[in-house]
C-alpha cells in the first residue's frame, strides 16, 4: 500500500474516531451553537427595531438580513472552539502518546480533527442559518453560482480557524486552558461588521474591525447572499483565508512534532 493510501486510510480511522466522540458527547458542541443563536435571537427581537433604524433600515427585516450573515461566521469561530478543546484533551490524556507508538500515518492524528471540525462547523451553520430562515431572513436575489461561492468561503473560513483552534489546542497545557486560548475566535466577530457597518463605529475603532479577518469575510458573505458590495472585502477575505491557513498549518505540526506531552 502507497504512503498516500495509507495516509488516507489513517486520517480517515481518525476522522471517524471524532465524529463518534462529538456524537457521543454533544454538550460542548450544543453550548458554543448556543452563543450565536442567543445572539441571533437577542439582536433581532430585542433590538432589532432599533438597530435597523439607526442604519437607515425600514424595520427589522432589513436587519435581520444585515445580522445573519455575520452570525454564521461567528458560528464558526464559536465551533472551533471545541476542536482546540478536544485536541487539548487528547494530548494530556496520553491518547496522542500512545498513537505516536503504533503504526499509524503521524499527520493522520490531527488532520482527523481538522476534517472533523470543518463537518462539525458546517453543520452547525446550517443550523444557525436555518433558524435565520425560520424568523425571516431571505436571501435575495443570489444566483446558484453566488450560493457555492458562499458555501466554499464558509468551509475555507472554517479550515482557517480551525487549523488556527488545533494550533492553540496542541499549545495549551489542558482543557480549561484551550477554551480560554481560544477565546479570540468569539470575541472577533463582536468588534467586526458582524452587528452594526464599520463606518458607524468610532473612527479610531474603524481600522480595527476593518482589517480583522472576520470582517472581510462577513461582508463578502454578505454581498453574495443579499446582492451587496463587495469591493476589495473579496480579495482581503481569501488571503486571510490562506495566510490563517498556513499559519496554523505550520503551528501545529511544528506544537505536535514537538510537543512531549
Not at 488516507?8 to 474516531?17: E, P
Not at 443563536?37 to 444585515?66: C, H, K, N, Q
Request: with cysteine.
Amino acid at each position: 500500500m502507497s504512503t498516500l493510501s495509507l495516509a488516507a486510510r489513517d486520517t480517515t480511522t481518525m476522522l471517524r474516531r471524532n465524529l463518534l466522540h462529538a456524537r457521543r458527547y454533544p454538550s460542548l458542541t450544543l453550548n458554543l451553537l448556543l452563543t450565536p443563536v442567543m445572539l441571533l435571537l437577542l439582536f433581532v427581537y430585542v433590538f432589532g427595531d432599533t438597530m435597523s433604524a439607526g442604519m437607515g433600515g425600514a424595520g427589522r427585516a432589513d436587519y435581520i438580513a444585515y445580522l445573519v450573515p455575520g452570525l454564521l461566521l461567528m458560528t464558526i469561530g464559536s465551533t472551533t472552539i471545541g476542536t482546540a478543546v478536544s485536541v487539548s484533551t487528547d494530548m494530556t490524556e496520553g491518547i496522542i502518546a500512545r498513537f505516536r507508538t503504533m503504526a499509524i500515518h503521524r499527520g493522520s492524528v490531527i488532520t482527523g480533527h481538522v476534517i472533523g471540525s470543518v463537518i462539525q462547523s458546517v453543520l452547525s451553520v446550517t443550523l444557525v442559518g436555518a433558524v435565520g430562515l425560520a424568523i425571516g431572513f431571505r436571501s435575495t436575489g443570489a444566483t446558484a453560482v453566488e450560493w457555492l461561492a458562499a458555501f466554499g468561503l464558509l468551509v475555507l473560513f472554517a479550515l482557517a480557524m480551525t487549523w488556527i483552534a488545533v494550533g492553540m489546542g496542541l499549545v495549551s497545557p489542558n482543557a480549561e486552558a484551550a477554551s480560554n486560548n481560544a477565546m479570540p475566535l468569539i470575541f472577533l466577530p463582536l468588534i467586526s461588521s458582524a452587528f452594526v457597518p464599520v463606518d458607524q463605529m468610532p473612527g479610531w475603532f474603524q481600522p480595527i474591525a476593518q482589517y480583522q479577518p472576520f470582517t472581510p469575510a462577513i461582508e463578502t458573505l454578505r454581498g453574495l447572499l443579499l446582492g451587496t458590495e463587495i469591493g476589495h472585502n473579496g480579495w482581503l477575505a481569501l488571503a486571510w483565508c490562506l495566510a490563517l491557513t498556513v499559519l496554523g498549518y505550520l503551528w501545529s505540526k511544528s506544537a505536535f512534532n514537538r510537543d512531549p506531552k
